[in-house]
């Protein structure tokens, strides 16, 4: 029985970790330390929760059931849970993230040096997107080529800035802006949300087992416990790096009291503390995030729609990367506006998905749980894609006044309502087959 050594597993941790690290991840991390303040270290756990819990949940809970979103929607039925894989797997995929992916990566890495022109802007997504596709062409070689090689230069690069931001920070610690001095708990929680990693954690199991497997483990359990593996080593970095962007943050009020995201609270940092070199590190570091992350959405993307259209894998991750390279050419900001609604209202579904599986074990008929707790989710995830669109005018006065609905969490307690009844009467119901007549 083939088994993954320790410098192997190691790697698929790295690539792991790679695979998740997108700009939005460097992003939000300082803008939330700057605004927590004082509050940073109650923000950065909150942060830890959703931005690197939720994800973990959802590997383990892919691992579990064999690394496929098929195998996780099975209790909705097959037409459902492949209508919901479609739309998770399009949105990003080819349509909104992994096209935003190369947008970003020019906004933060190349535009400074230049110019954000389209003809700039067409050169670099045609190479971006040529190199994406290199290594997605090859999912066999990823642990290699990502995890043993890429991975490093991206570790090396977030180490010099992440120990600058530790032993070399911008000032002291700032005040805490009014909502953490509050919350800053549930501030940290919900930046950590709007992370929606646990999306990209739904796509990404299915690279992660191909990965495994094509290493020569054959084993399922084995597949399980090592894919479980890398998603912890993967929650680790993660977790390093997230503290550090923190305390950068938190400290930078002095440099960026006036920033308006994190792109420019890093921007000002890496500026005073390394002048031009700054700017070089961090367009490398932005640069290989954002690559690796458009690599594992090409890579996912190409194994389900090969799998579900009479197309070979070759043909489609070449057909994805072409179409990625199109909407990307529309610019950032016209995929953010047209993205966050989908994203913001497919993340409760993805969410309910992966705890309702994880507590398979309790249910006595897995379908009559999750059809109607998803069927809830579904409805509150409409509300809240029409919210983020700026419809608020087609959603119910009533919605708004739920708890946390003004943060998108509005679904929390009527999903949680519908899963008590209907867990209830699943109980009640028992196994089917074993009822006493």
Known sequence: MHRLNRFDLLALGFMTFALFLGAGNIIFPPSAGMAAGEQVWSAALGFLLTGVGLPLLTVVALAR?????????????????????????LAIGPLFATPRT?????????APFSGNSQLAL????????AVALFLALNPGQLVDRIGKWITPVLLAALLVLGGAALLAPAGAVGESAQAY???PLLQGFLQGYLTMDTLGALVFGIVIATAIRD??????????RYAISAGLIAAVGLSLVYLALFYLGATSQGIAGD???GVQILSSYVQHTFGMAGSLLLAVVITLACLTTAVGLLT?????FSQLLPLSYRTVVIALALFSLLVANQGLTQLISVSVPVLVGLYPLAIVLVGLSLASSLWCEPRRVFIPVMAVTLLFGLFDGLAAAG?????PAAIGQLPLAGDSLGWLLPVGLTLLVVAVFDRLRGVPGLQVE
């Open 391 to 395: 419809l608020k005018s087609w959603v």
């Open 259 to 261: 920033a308006q995201n």
């Open 300 to 304: 996912a993307c190409g194994e389900f």
């Open 102 to 110: 190369a947008v970003v990566a020019f906004e933060m890495g190349m």
């Open 122 to 129: 067409g050169l670099y997504s045609l190479g971006y997107f």
């Open 181 to 183: 001095r509050e919350a």
């Open 215 to 224: 290493r020569g483990v054959r084993n399922e359990a084995l597949i399980t």
């Open 65 to 89: 059931v064999g690394g496929g979103l098929d195998k996780l929607t099975a209790p909705l039925g097959r037409r459902a849970g492949l209508l919901f894989a479609v739309v998770v797997y």
